[in-house]
């Protein structure tokens, strides 16, 4: 059964913005461990293509939150929600800590897309409950 859905468009160029005042602080913030790396390697590689990955996260993380009708509040926390993707480039999330513990003592499952062109990034998220065993 659906728990909830969220959505998201996020303009990259805003963030390329914001990433151009305060630095790598900001992804800092928004990024999860393992996403702050691919960050890291995709802008070392193409600096767009760095941005562009920090403007799909941080929509998908948007999303999520309204997804699971938290928004931004606890246990809800940026670097806690990871939207990482699979070998075949399926993405997906990854949540840490009391987030984690808030989402699996409700039996949920989320599944995650995300899309971006030159100036935008958009996300959509599903949040079900899985079926009882």
């Keep these: 059964m659906i728990y909830g859905l969220g959505t998201d468009v996020c303009d990259i160029r805003r963030i390329a913005a914001t990433l151009q005042r305060r630095g ?8 999860g461990p393992t996403e ?12 767009v293509r760095g ?22 509040r606890a246990p809800m926390a940026w670097r806690d929600c990871e939207i ?8 997906f999330v990854r949540l840490h800590g009391e987030l984690a513990a808030w989402f699996e ?23 079900e409950t899985k079926n009882p065993e």
């Design 105 to 127: 003592a409700r039996r949920l499952v989320a599944h995650v897309t995300v899309s971006d062109e030159s100036d935008y990034a958009t996300s959509f998220v599903v949040v």
């Design 84 to 91: 990482l993707n699979e070998r075949n480039g399926k993405p």
């Design 51 to 72: 941005v562009a990955h920090l403007a799909t996260r941080f929509s998908a993380k948007e999303a999520f939150s309204k997804a699971i009708g938290l928004g931004l």
């Design 24 to 31: 790598d602080r900001f992804a800092e913030r928004v990024l």
């Design 36 to 47: 702050l790396q691919v960050f890291r390697e995709r802008r070392a590689k193409v600096e």
